[in-house]
Structures are given as C-alpha cells and as structure tokens.
C-alpha cells in the first residue's frame, strides 16, 4: 500500500477561537499558532467590544480583556494583524451587534496594508437574531439590527466577493437548549427571515440575488450524540437545498450548497473529571467530518478545560491537534461518503427533517422568526428543552460519566499540586488599555472624528448602507464605543424576552423537588411571607442558560423570583434586590469577572442600607476566586459540578434561614 | 429581617414621608408579612399614614388588560411621561402565582426598565398568591404607603380577563389595554363581565388596520357617560414602542383625576375601596359563612363605607370577632 498513489481530499480550515488581554497580546498568541499549523484565524472579541463601549467605559470596568480581544478603534486592529497579510489569511470574526464596524475597521487596515479588498477571505458572524435567543451581545431592537445584518451583506456581496458576510448560528440554540429539530427549524428560520429582508431592502439587483444566497454560511454545534448529529449536518445540507431552490430560485448547485463551519459542543463539556472532556471533543468532532457530503469548511475545537476557566496556550494546541491527527494520520479523507446508502442513517435524516419542517410551519404561522423572537415563542421553547434535559441528568435518565454516574476518580495530575489548569488574565491589561485608549484619543484629529459621526448618523437615521460610513469612522480613528453610540441615539436598545415564564407542567416533579418546595413553604411561612429570590446577570456576559434555568426551578421550587434578564449594572441590582424586598440575591457570571462585579454590588448594597441580603453566585468561578468571594461575604459559590439543581435551591433555602436566625 | 420593633414604626412612617426608599421597602415588607405581631406592626404604619389615603395630590391608577396586549411597556412608557413632568411614580406590578408550586416568576419589572440612579421610581413586584382577581391581597395596603410618597401610584394587574373586575374598585383611575384584532375585549365590555373602565387604550396602533378597526369597535360599543356618572369615557390609541399617544393619555388620566375631585368624589371611592378590600379579604379567609356572621355583604358594606377607620385596624377586629365567634380560638393561631 503506497500512501503516495492515494488521493486525499484537502483538510477543513483548522482554527482555534482566541483572543485576550489586548491587541498586541493577541497578535503574538495568533503568530504563534499560526507557525504551529493552524491555517485560519478566529478572534474572540471581548464583552464591551462586541456590546458597543470602549474599555474605559463604567460597564466595562472588569471585562476588558476577559473573553476576548478589546479593540477600541484601528489602531487597535492594526496592532491584532501586525505581521499577518491580510491577503492570505482568512480570518473568521465572532462579532454580531457591532459587526458592520469591526468589519470597517479590518477593511481600514487592510487598505493600511495596501490590500485590494476583493482578495480578503474570511467571516462576520453577523447574526444577530440568535442573540437574543442565546449569547445576548445585542444592542439594538429587532428591527434595525436586521437592517444592519442586511447593509453588511449587501456591501460585502458587492465589494468584498470571498466574504461570508453572515454565519447564521444554530451553535447557540443548541447551548441554549436546542434538540437537533429545534437546531435545524430555527436557523433556517433566521436564515429565511435574513435573506427575505436583504431581497426587501432593494440595494441587491434581482439577477444578483443567487450571489447572496451562495455567500450565506452557518455556524453548527456538535453534540456528544454524534450518530444523531451526523445525520443532523446531512438534514441540515437537504432541507437548505430544497429551500433556496424553492423560495429563492436559485439554479446553480454551487450556490445551493450548504457550507459551514463548527465549534463542537461547549455545553456537554464537564467541570469534574475534565480529562474525560478530550474523548468527547474528539468524538463531536467525527459527527461533523465523517460524512464527506456534509463535512464542515471549517472546525475550531474547544480546550479540555474551558469548564475551568480561560484555556493556556498549551490547552489550545492540544484541541489543535486534535484536529490535525484526524485529518493528517487517520484515513478520513481517502474515501468517499462513508454513510450514503445506509438505511438507518436515511431513516434518521428523514426523521429530522420532517420534525424540522413542522417547526418551521408553525413559526411561519405566527409571523415569522422575527416576530416569535419579539413575542418570546422561540426563547420559551428553548428554555424548556432545557429544563427538561437538566431535568433527565438530574433523574439519571442521561448520563454524564464522571457527573452523575462514576463519579470516584483518582487525583488528576492535570490539576495537581496547586496547578490551577487555567490562564489568569493580567490584571494589568485593563489598566493598559485604557491607558493606551486615552492616549489615543487625545492625538487624533477632533474635526475628522466629528465629521465622520456626522456621516454615520446621517446614513443610520436616513436608511442608506451603514457600511461606507462606517470605515470613514474607522480610518478617522472613531472608537468603537463612539461608533456604537451614535447608532443607539438613532435605533434606541432594546431588552429581549427571557422566556422563563413557561408553563410549569408539574409533571415528572421528583421526590427531591417535593422536599424543597415543602421546606422553602415552610420556611416562607416562618418568615411571614413567601421566599423571594432575585436572579441577577451583571456586566456584559449576555449567557443567561445556567440564569434562566434557575429562575424556572426556583419557581418550581415555590420561590417568587424576580429576573430581569441580561447586563444589569451592579446599581440596578442592588437597588431592584431593595425595592423587590427579596430574601436571597442569586448572581450568575460567566465571563470571568466574577470578583469585580460582586465588590461592586457589595459596596452598593452596603451605600442604600441593603446589605443585610445574603448573595450566593454561580458561574465558571476558579477555586482560589471562590474563596475570595467567601471571603468578601458572598454565602455559596456554585459551578458546572453543582448539577443538582434541587440541592442548589436546598442550600438557598438554608442560607436564608442561616441569614434570619431560623 | 425580623418585624421592626413597635418603637421603630414611628421612625418609620416619618422616613416613608421622606421619600426614603429603605424605609418603603421595609414598610411594604412588613405590610407582606402575615405573623401576628407583624400584623399589628403593619396596622399601626397605617395609622401613622392614615393622611396618605386622604391624600388628594396623589393619584391610584390601574391598568388593566388580556395578557399580551403590552400592559407593561405601556407602564414603562407612561413612566417616562410622569418622569418627564416631574411627578415621582410608585408602581405595583401583579404576575400570577403557579398553582403547582406557589412560586411565581415576576417579569414585568424587566419590560419596565427604569434607571438605577432615578429615586423618583420604585417598583414592587407581586405574585397573585391565590385568587384575588388578578390582584395580589397585599396591594391595597402597599398602595396606600407608596401613596405617601409619591405622586402617581400605578397598579398593573396580571390580565386574566373577566377576573380583572377587582382593580376597578381599588383605584382612582382605571385603564384598560385593549389587544388589537381580538374581539374578546369588545364582546366582555359589551356583554358587561367586563367592568366598564374609566379609560379605554387600544395599545399597539403600529399594528396599522388591526388595531384602527379595535379601535373603531370600541369606540362604537362603548364611547358613553361612565356608570359612576359625569365621565365621558375615552378610547385613545398608543404605541409604547413608538411613543405615539402616551402623551394624551397621560393627559387625559389627569383629566379624570381631576373631575373626581371637583364633583367631589375622590374620598368617598376611596372609602369605599376601603370597605371593598376588608370584604373582599375576609370572604377569601371565612367564606360566604363568615360574612353572613357579620350581617351579610350589603350591611356590611354599608357600615365599612360610613365609618372613617383603619382599614388593618379594622380587619383585624373583625378577625379577631369571627375567630372567636365561629372557631373559638384567637387569631394569632390563624394559617
């Protein structure tokens, strides 16, 4: 068997998602995993940057540099490509609300590195529907914010030809508690609902239209059940065929094809055991390269221990490898479809698309997914799904090795010997950048900046594509924070529904939630009134899963719970934790700034007399951060391994009682 | 969190009139809190805020509602209004109860999206803890305490339909949100299950021919005098989402406020809400029985509206007169 006579297909675009601290810190990570043998580029953006304020804004004050690269304005993103020709690479963008500006800016510094725009490759995810399903990082209401999703793709259709302009994302339904079906029906949905708005909105000529259908890309999560989710990706391809076809008229196979690229999943991956999370990358990673009919473009592998915290540059290069194990030393892709013709595989996908295309009937039938966004029918769906697959690893039903089954291990040398497994973020880099932030400021031209802001409102008030105004404000040297503020005066901000308002269905209430209930009853009763809970999301972190479901379970448990909803100032938490009269502040953080927020709503619940409250957490919360947080008074500090959600409103229950002297 | 001591309640009245939010805070904590001593705690508070209730600077309204036809965002908007006028806005915001697990989840605060640093709102959320038409049983009693301190006192009701009867009799002002294209609301007012309001709103007019038709039916059905007389009542559409029509509805909540007072008949309502919540609360808690002990419904509320009292004070006798009468026992072993 010679290797050399055997024809391989050329391996999917390998990239790892990254970026922290800063731009230059960033551009030294890419370098570096670039010479390792990734071939693209994925940037994380950080929270304020992908929410529209510059880092010395008060909302940014502990998330600058957390999950992802602050870039405040060009020179900024210049410094992010230092050394990179943006000719050759191709550079995926996780950025939605503020997409059409981090994209002015790239084109800003790619004209500085003298390149013609028709050579840039790369991707904006650009979609801001699911936003306000999962994720949050919207700004503006519905509306204006598909108007923008659809200037983007109408400007980059026209000039930058090898751009996909939008990613529609069903990574993030999933993580939100999607089942393969709801996966599929809502991202075609979006996908429907943005292509009709891009033929409504005129700046596309009709015999052009088929360029924009070709240009759409999706963004796909795998699961750990990766039969399912193989046939998952060849319903996905089917359905988007006979869609484009049908609706759009498009006649080239080319254009019809459905192409996407992959983060497997996030949500399966587990804070115990966290070794046991390289087998299951692994495994989702088959689900999505083992079919050769609908294999991904593009895969980027989560780190063993991103349940952890921040992945080092070693974790990175691990889920690298990965990669490049399956594609260089296994025979993958020597062959053709592995699965065409397997009657099982067909009877699944059948299954799927079927159940799929229910789905889709039934939001066409109220209005389309823009409206069953605004009117929270998508969000509640969701948040029962949810609920019910927490509720399966909480009877047993699902199992999850290391979590709920087998949970003994011997010590990991992983995380051994005080190793804390994760990379700390220089508590430095915030101060840096706004440092560096307010140097800048102070040296460009005042006139242009107000000249180019002038533009931009003109073009966001009067409907003209955002676009070419945009990178005027770029290469003047506007910030991202000033960019983003103009279009909040013109577009207004908006706050989604939350969908925990679910219908309880009292059905399947185990032993475990009886007891709770009957105790916080109790209790309530001591007290003199029922238990109330406020769930509260500081900062910017919009992943409100873990906050939703336990807002529905502490109203399962026969707590009143106040929740309202994402990016909430630490003022307006202890204020509403005051006005509501609650017995228990519930806070969630997943970003990772965890020890800033919670100082903050301490000290403001101390200035209005509220700090008799007692403030439990729950997030991605490092060890020694826990004690931290124990230490400044916070009652309990709960992560990934608490899955018992009926003991996490037990102890609740006994941290109120503790508070009252019961 | 124990019940102030009885030397603090004073101290706490007094911090209320100031507008301490604190002070509001614990106050309605305590109006929520059903342990006996609390009970007379909370008595007491009324007593010392007796002048609240008679209080003719400020205004209760209630907006009323089917669910969906954006109750909440027309709050936010009218919110902004008041706030823009320089009145200072308390607001009591119903959801319902899940009869499963008595828990609740309280939503509306989030559409109402107020500022952190504005001391002129203060918003208090209320599950409908059983069956107290689409009102919680705590919310006569808060809604007198936020009187005493604000301006405008809003009551935004669950919206169940025909049980939405309740917070017509608890407030000044009563507006009902109209959903546009159901003709539900139409069929209910017309039928009279519905309480005729004292303000008709057809919210949501961005909908277009929808809403302009429900506009036309119920100005059709029902532009006439109120049944409390002198009050012609109007059908007005709004947009909260675009901010079209608020203006005048604000406008013409002033108007009706202002009728009330000129006829005279501000107090007299009042008392009688007075009368309607003790009925209302001991019929939840001795049933037909218990108010039959007390000489039947019609005497009974002819005797509450006549008297000038506190309505806890009240109460609690009147408790306290049917627990020994029909059960023997005292009150203080009450569930």
Known sequence: MSQETVKRDPPWLMRTYSGHSSARASNALYRTNLSRGQTGLSV?????????????????????????????????????????????MNTSMTINATAPWLLALYIAVAERQGVDLAQLQGTTQNDVLKEYLSRGTYIFPPAPSVRLTTDLIAYTVQHIPRWNPTNICSYHLQEAGATPTQELAYALCTAMAI???????????????????????????????????????????????????????????????????????????????????????????????????????????????????????????????????????????????????????????????????????RVATHGGMVACIESGYVKRELVQSHTRRLRNIESGALQIVGVNCY????????????????????????????????AFRANRQQDGVDAALAQLHDAAASGSNIMPSSIVCARAGVTTGEWSEVLRQVFGEYRAPTGVDVYPSGLGDSAALLAVRERVRRTGEELGRPLRLLIGKPGLDGHSNGAEQIAVKGRDAGFEIVYEGI??????????????????????????????????????????????????????????????????GVKAVFTPKDVDMNAIMDSMVTIIRQANGL | MHPPETFAITALATAIGRGERAALAEALNLLDDRRPAARGQAAELLRLLQHAQDNTRSQLIGITGPPGAGKSTLCAALITVWRQRGQRVGVLAVDPSSPLSGGAVLGDRLRMQTSADDDGVFVRSLATRGQFG???????????????????????????????????????????????????????????????????????????????????????ALHREHPDGHWQVPVLATSATHHSGIEALADVMEQHYAELQSQGQLAPRRRSYQAYWIHKRLQEEFGSFGIEQLGGEQALLAQLETQDLNLLDHYEVLRQGLYTRCLGSSASESP
């Open chain 1, 44 to 88: 994380a953006f950080d929270l304020p940057t992908q929410t529209g304020y510059d880092s010395d804004h008060p909302l940014a004050r502990g998330e600058v540099g957390k999950v992802g690269v602050p870039i405040n304005h060009i020179g900024d993103m210049e410094a992010l490509f230092d050394q990179i020709p943006l000719a050759q």
């Open chain 1, 195 to 361: 292509l009709d708005a891009v033929q409504a909105c005129g700046q596309i000529p009709q015999e052009r239209f088929q360029d924009v259908v070709g240009r759409i890309s999706f963004f796909v999560n795998a699961g750990i059940r990766f039969v399912e989710e193989t046939c998952k990706l060849r319903a996905f391809g089917r359905l988007w065929d006979t869609l484009v076809q049908q609706r759009y008229a498009v006649q080239n196979p080319k254009q019809r094809l459905f192409r996407y690229g992959v983060q497997v999943n996030s949500l399966g991956l587990t804070e115990s055991q966290p070794e046991n999370n390289v087998q299951r990358i692994v495994l989702e990673m088959l689900a999505v390269t083992l079919s050769k009919n609908a294999r991904a473009r593009a895969i980027q592998l989560p780190a063993w221990n991103e349940a952890l915290g921040l992945p080092r540059p070693w974790d990175q290069q691990w889920a690298l490898r990965m990669q490049q194990v399956l594609a260089l030393e296994t025979d993958l892709l020597e062959y053709g479809d592995l699965l065409d013709g397997s009657p099982v595989i067909e009877a699944k996908v059948q299954e799927l698309i079927a159940g799929a295309e229910e789905e889709m009937a």
């Open chain 1, 407 to 438: 949970q003994d291990t011997a010590e990991s040398p992983l995380t051994a010997g005080g190793e804390s497994g994760i990379l700390k973020v220089d508590a430095q880099a915030e101060r840096e950048q706004i440092a560096l932030l307010q």
């Open chain 1, 567 to 632: 990016r909430l100032t630490p003022a307006r938490i202890a204020r509403a934790a005051q006005e509501e009269g609650v017995h228990l502040i519930g806070l969630s953080v997943l970003s990772g700034s965890h020890l800033e927020l919670v100082e903050d709503i301490c000290q403001e619940l101390e200035t209005i007399g509220a700090s008799g409250i007692p403030l439990v957490i729950g997030g991605i919360i490092p060890e020694e951060d826990a004690r931290r947080l124990q230490e400044r």
């Open chain 2, 134 to 220: 689409g009102l919680s049983a705590e919310v006569w009693p808060m809604s007198l305490v936020m009187l005493a301190g604000f301006d405008v006192v809003l009551i935004e009701t669950v919206g169940v339909g025909q049980r939405e009867v309740d917070v017509s009799r608890l407030c000044d002002t009563t507006c009902y949100v109209a959903q546009p294209g159901s003709g539900d609301s139409v069929q209910f007012l017309k039928a009279g299950i519905l309480e005729v309001p004292h303000i008709l709103v057809v919210n949501k007019a961005d909908m277009g021919a929808v809403a302009h038709r429900t506009l036309a039916e119920l100005d059709a």
